[in-house]
């Protein structure tokens, strides 16, 4: 399974709502620019999103897009079904060999669980296995 950039952008466009949550309506050319993408395109993947009910519009001048849940309740696998439908390496065919079946169930299964297990909150604070050496100490 390849995640293409519908998956990998609406994962951006989440991030992004996420660590802003609870600061108001977020106008989608921020996230464009912030992050240097087409804000065409994240419009048309942002629509998905608020069919399902992971994200809400608000109109006006001051409008944009906020989390319908808290990002502690949305999970990567969320996202990336919206927008890249099931989730499976390939696709088991039953009279495939039973060997190779259960490896492509066995692969499936464990892409699920990480995507199923890592919430949006836990994108929305990762600062990388370095972060600590963005630290700078003066003695």
């Known amino acids: 399974m390849k995640i293409s950039t519908k998956g990998r952008y609406g994962l951006t466009i989440m991030i992004a709502l996420a660590k802003k949550q609870g600061e108001g309506p977020i106008p989608l050319k921020n996230i464009a620019k912030d992050h240097d993408l087409s804000e065409h395109y994240l419009e048309q993947l942002i629509a998905p999103l608020r069919n399902a009910g992971l994200v809400k519009s608000i109109r006006g001048a001051y409008g944009g897009y906020i989390l319908a849940r808290d990002a502690e309740n949305i999970t990567a696998g969320d996202i990336i079904r919206v927008l890249e439908g099931p989730i499976s390496p390939v696709e088991v065919l039953e009279d495939e060999e039973p060997a190779k079946r259960e490896l ?20 929305a604070d990762y600062e990388g296995d370095n972060a600590q050496d963005a630290y700078m100490f003066y003695i």
């Open 104 to 123: 492509w169930i066995k692969i499936r299964d464990a892409v699920k669980e990480v995507l199923d297990t890592t919430t949006l909150q836990y994108l």
